[in-house]
């Protein structure tokens, strides 16, 4: 049904923060706790404990985060996951995406997590890339990946093994969660305060188009969720969320997501298209440059694809989804999505990766 509405489907794989499989067999697959000789679990505080008169006792509860990590340098995660990964292709859905893919990160014992699958000399950046690489050879679909929103701004590889520039070279999409209530809520707060959404987007998806020498889509996740942090509580609604779409599309335009992990669509309206931003963020206003990409601005690739939709410019760096998308639209004009057929993919990729 959905393939007969033309609608593009994507398939969500959560990689390397997996309860089943850490819980499989002898444990083999775990991040291992070195100290207590047992699959590492992340600590997030403490509590006193009371009796029930609520009285201390002088004892201590330790509170653990819901997360239970398998070890990302273990070629046998990564087969296990493409293997999924081919089981959803076959079973129709367009794209593979990975999620979670990256190392863990939060816990107050991260010193005591032991990755055992690691060979001498490979580090959290290498496991990532070697990952992606053994997935581009057996995945026959486009490839996408989640990752933090940081990464627009930040080189945070040795920290969560995401490097968008060494990823770039064997992923197709690129999906940064650049939710406003995750960075600190002073982060581009300047005046007015309430244009922060649109310009974490704005500069986010332009910044890791650039980090990622312009070889893949940025297509960023829009936080369509309140979460309980200062600026939220002053400023989250609907237009909050249209904030981040219209930076996204001022910005390089080629797709968003919405998350919002209660399903809750309340927040989410009609795409905003070609209609011009209202809001006061001098970055939307036409009288300002905006950010150009290797070959040339924007606003020139833009002309150039209205021009003739069939064609790239050969001297543009231009966004190889652009060119997918034109090449489907002339090849089967029934796909009102405009998306590319699996048939398709490798030769269009190859095309694009030989020009």
Request: charged letters at 25%.
């Amino acid at each position: 049904m959905m393939k007969e509405q033309g609608i593009y489907l994507v398939a969500r794989i959560v990689t390397f923060k997996d309860k089943n499989l850490a819980d499989y067999g002898k444990k083999q697959y775990a991040v291992w706790d070195k100290s207590l000789n047992r699959p590492w679990i992340g600590i997030s505080g403490y509590e006193k404990v009371k009796d029930e008169n609520g009285n201390e006792t002088g004892a201590t509860k330790t509170l653990y985060y819901d997360e239970n990590w398998v070890d990302p340098y273990s070629q046998e995660v990564w087969e296990y996951n493409v293997h999924i990964a081919q089981e959803l292709i076959a079973r129709g859905f367009d794209e593979i995406q990975f999620d979670y893919i990256r190392f863990p990160t939060d816990g107050k014992n991260m010193g005591n997590a032991q990755f055992r699958w690691r060979s001498e000399g490979m580090d959290k950046e290498s496991a990532l890339v070697s990952f992606l690489r053994y997935a581009r050879a057996n995945i026959d679909a486009p490839i996408g990946i989640d990752i933090y929103g940081a990464n627009g701004w930040y080189r945070s590889g040795t920290r969560t093994g995401q490097d968008v520039e060494l990823l770039a070279e064997y992923v197709d999409v690129v999906c940064p969660m650049f939710y406003p209530s995750h960075f600190e809520q002073s982060f581009l707060n300047y005046a007015p305060a309430s244009e922060r959404p649109y310009r974490v987007y704005y500069y986010g998806t332009y910044r890791n188009t650039v980090i990622g020498r312009n070889k893949l889509i940025i297509r960023p996740w829009v936080q369509a969720f309140y979460l309980n942090v200062s600026y939220d509580r002053q400023y989250y609604n609907e237009n909050y969320v249209r904030q981040q779409v219209y930076g996204v599309r001022d910005s390089v335009n080629r797709g968003y997501m919405y998350w919002n992990g209660m399903c809750r669509y309340d927040d989410i309206s009609p795409d905003v298209d070609d209609k011009k931003y209202t809001g006061p963020s001098y970055e939307a206003d036409a009288k300002y440059k905006k950010p150009a990409l290797s070959g040339g601005s924007k606003a020139k690739l833009h002309e150039e694809q209205e021009m003739n939709s069939s064609t790239v410019s050969s001297g543009s760096d231009t966004a190889a989804w652009d060119t997918i998308r034109n090449q489907e639209e002339r090849d089967n004009n029934k796909n009102k999505g405009g998306f590319p057929k699996l048939g398709d993919i490798k030769k269009l990729w190859q095309a694009y990766s030989e020009s």
